[in-house]
């Protein structure tokens, strides 16, 4: 192609697309004395940031255009549209802020252009799209186990699997669903209205790979076994993935996400005697309400490892409680990082959280302790008769080291019925804690807390000001 030709059109293009016409260039648009049109959606492109954080949206140009009103909505719930970003552009793009499992819609109009008699579009275009992982299946209400075996997963599919669940409906499951090494997701298709689960005697999801659970609300009073449990026969495939200990890995992340799981008589997650090593399992926007009975159930922890360990444990905007007071652990590991390699880490976060009656009487959280491999934080988190006098360092086993980094600021803890911050000793900075009572009941369900937590913004954000993101 001529040189000269890719010249001309490069500067076509990026005059269209300036900021503003300066009158300094010979060059003026063909389009004048028109009417506008909008961008076409067709032609609309949305590229997420490396970290899926943010998003650009980008349209073509207009000839002779004086810019562009551009509106963006978060239309997870339609009929009541939430504003993402409105601007006036003169580029040819925006950059936002990027939700995932979120309904997006963009509106468009093609502004004016006095200095050549233009006037903008009469029309806007609206331009639909979401974050949400491609649908691989629509799964009708009824019994989940039944379903996968008559729609079994094909063997050499590893790609990651998304099954729909209808907002609002019904569904059961009435045994253990295997989905071995194959990456699944079952969510509601709705991101507002949560499809409903209720787990029979015996009922489990079992994996050796990712497994994903989103806009469920889950009754686990029926079943005794852990929620998602770790097969005890993975593949071979999965073994030695970092180092030679003999530990299975399983690299995607398990995440539990915008649930309402109710009277949970075991763990959320657990495995047994295979060592495991899972990388990331995040817990998001969730309530999950504990049965006291559960030390008595499979395992006595809510998070539970009985020969291997999670690499990064995060647990953010999110209620965990029981009634009464339980003595199940937090997290129990057996296994530890340099079993596997001396370059190995560690993490346990807890942030916007309410916790309440969960291993009272012993440490929070049980396993290898004082390493300096381990990372620890906890922020803006209401503790309520959890834990041992000084809860802080129950996050360690007890041990007030400074081995493990600590990132510890604006929490409260409140045990037996008086605050109990002057406990929270033992390592170099234990930040800021509230002395006021957070007037929390975990007996009634009610976790809005008082004005002190509310201002300090600690907590579950639901109950603060609606559902978290």
């Known amino acids: 192609m001529n040189k000269h030709f890719l010249l001309v059109a490069c500067s076509l293009l990026a005059v269209g697309c300036a900021d503003h016409y300066d009158g300094k260039e010979s060059w003026s648009p063909k389009v004048q004395n028109a009417t506008l049109t909008s961008p076409e959606a067709s032609k609309i492109t949305v590229t997420p940031s490396a970290d899926g954080s943010t998003m650009t949206i980008a349209w073509p140009v207009v000839y002779g255009a004086g ?41 468009i109009r093609t502004l004016g252009n006095t200095k050549y008699n233009n006037s903008e579009a009469q029309e806007q275009t609206e331009y639909l799209f979401n974050t949400f992982l491609p649908t691989y299946a629509e799964i009708p209400e009824g019994d989940l186990k039944a379903w996968f075996e008559q729609n079994p997963i094909p063997e050499d599919n590893r790609s990651h699997l998304c099954y729909d669940l209808t907002p609002g409906g019904h569904y059961t499951v009435s045994g253990k669903i295997d989905f071995g090494g194959h990456q699944v997701s079952l969510r509601s298709s709705s991101k507002a209205n949560n499809a409903n689960i209720t787990m029979e005697a015996g009922a489990y999801f079992n994996t050796f790979a990712g497994f994903t659970l989103k806009y469920l609300n889950i009754d686990a009073e029926a079943t005794n076994k852990p929620l998602v449990t770790f ?30 799981i109710t ?23 969730t309530v999950v309400q504990l049965d006291k009975t559960l030390p008595a159930a499979t ?87 959890c834990g041992k006098a000084n809860f802080l360092t129950g996050l360690n086993k007890g041990q007030g080291s ?65 559902p978290a993101a």
């Open 67 to 107: 810019g562009y009103s551009v509106a963006l909505y978060n239309v997870n719930d339609p009929s009541n549209p939430t504003e993402v970003k409105t601007a006036t552009v003169d580029g040819c793009s925006i950059t936002a802020n990027r939700e995932e499992d979120t309904n997006y819609s963009l509106k």
């Open 231 to 260: 097969s005890d026969e993975p593949d071979d495939s999965i073994k030695n993935r970092i180092g030679t200990a003999g530990y299975y890995f399983i690299m995607d992340p398990v995440v539990i996400q915008g649930c309402n």
């Open 263 to 285: 009277k949970l008589g075991a763990s959320i997650v657990a495995s047994n005697s295979t060592k495991y090593n899972v990388r990331v399992v995040s817990i998001n926007n």
């Open 299 to 385: 395992s006595g922890a809510f998070v539970y490892m009985k020969s291997g360990y999670i690499t990064d444990f995060t647990i953010k905007n999110s209620t965990v409680y029981s009634k009464e007071r339980s003595e199940c652990f937090f997290i129990q590991h057996a296994g530890r990082p340099k079993d596997v390699s001396n370059e190995e880490q560690r993490y346990v976060s807890i942030v916007n959280c309410t916790l309440a009656n969960i291993a009272y009487g012993k440490n929070f959280c049980d396993y290898h302790n004082g390493q300096t491999t381990y990372h620890y934080t906890l922020k803006n988190t209401i503790v309520q008769d």
């Open 402 to 466: 400074d081995n493990p980094s600590w990132d510890v600021n604006n929490n409260t803890c409140w045990r037996d019925g008086s605050d109990a911050s002057a406990s929270q000793t033992g390592i170099k900075n234990p930040g800021l804690w509230l002395t006021a009572d957070p007037e929390i009941d975990p007996a009634a369900d009610d976790f809005t807390p008082a004005a002190a937590q509310q201002e300090a913004g600690q907590g579950d954000p639901r109950w603060l000001s609606g």
